[in-house]
């Protein structure tokens, strides 16, 4: 039988689909920390949810169209018939009980993983702000007195709790594989706790359309030993520049793919300032 040139194509981008999401290790269906871990369950809950409607109803659909066909003279037709009460209890019921399991999870989930809620954990969090610019995102440790621009160093297996805001536009914070995407505003800090289980190199991404150098808006999150971590904060004091406010003008600049960078010191109170004054000259910054 010749399958059509349709069908083969339709079935050809199907398997490449499900190619690319089984090969694929760096989205949220591979999270290594607790909030994308939850978030996967809840993803994974609401899909059975709705599986349990979509599957007998397509089952349902072929079984039907078979038994109702033209050709099977068992089948009864009545053109008459409209009501009947057992099938209208169904009807109504099931699709009253995906909303109220739907909902349930939602609700819960969404106030369990409320980006402000601190991770329970014995160890302290590391204080990390946030500042999106065009293109390009800035890290500042303000208990440790460094920053960096692309690159988020954190010690494996301790929380993380962030302070964002943004330098211009709008924009979206987003690391897939630990979860809870989040938006940055001028004038507006915002709070995300997250953490990661596992050491290792996991991507960051602007999920926001924030101008031309949008799709290159990456940065890349280096989870190490809390040696390695002890480490990259002495090299970085030993070998990075001062973030100034001559040096905090060349990041308000757009540029893009922006090569990862360190500074071994920070004006004190950056992040406030930037806050106060969104959209503010970097001499404003320094008053």
Request: glycine share 8%; aromatic share 10%; with cysteine.
């Amino acid at each position: 039988m010749r399958v059509p040139i349709k069908t083969r194509a339709v079935l050809v981008l199907f398997g490449s689909v499900l190619f690319e999401c089984g090969c694929s290790t760096s989205g949220v269906l591979d999270p290594h920390g607790p909030i994308g871990g939850a978030e996967r369950t809840i993803l994974f809950n609401a899909t059975v949810i709705m599986l349990a409607v979509v599957v007998p109803v397509i089952l349902a659909t072929g079984l039907f169209a078979w038994w109702f066909r033209a050709g099977n003279r068992k089948a009864r037709r009545e053109p008459e018939w409209e009501y009947a009460g057992r099938i209208e209890f169904v009807v109504w019921a099931i699709p009253a009980l995906v909303v109220l399991f739907l909902g349930g999870i939602c609700w819960i989930g969404s106030h369990d993983l409320d980006p402000r809620t601190r991770l329970h954990d014995s160890a302290a969090p590391i204080e990390v702000e946030v500042v999106s610019l065009d293109w390009k995102w800035l890290f500042i440790y303000p208990n440790l007195g460094v920053a960096s621009v692309n690159r988020l160093v954190a010690p494996a297996g301790t929380p993380l709790h962030f302070r964002l805001t943004s330098a211009g536009v709008m924009n979206s914070f987003f690391i897939p594989q630990l979860g809870s995407q989040i938006y940055t505003m001028a004038g507006m800090a915002t709070e995300l706790n997250l953490q990661a289980d596992d050491p290792g190199t996991y991507a960051g991404l602007s999920a926001q359309f924030s101008g031309d150098g949008f799709s290159d808006m990456r940065f890349e999150v280096a989870a190490v030993s809390p040696q390695a971590f002890a480490e990259w904060i002495a090299e970085t004091r030993a070998h990075g520049g001062a973030l100034g406010t001559q040096e905090y003008a060349e990041l308000t600049r757009p540029t893009h793919k922006d090569a990862p960078r360190t500074f071994a010191a920070v004006s004190p109170n950056l992040f406030d300032a930037i806050l106060a004054t969104p959209g503010a000259a970097p001499r404003e910054i320094s008053k």
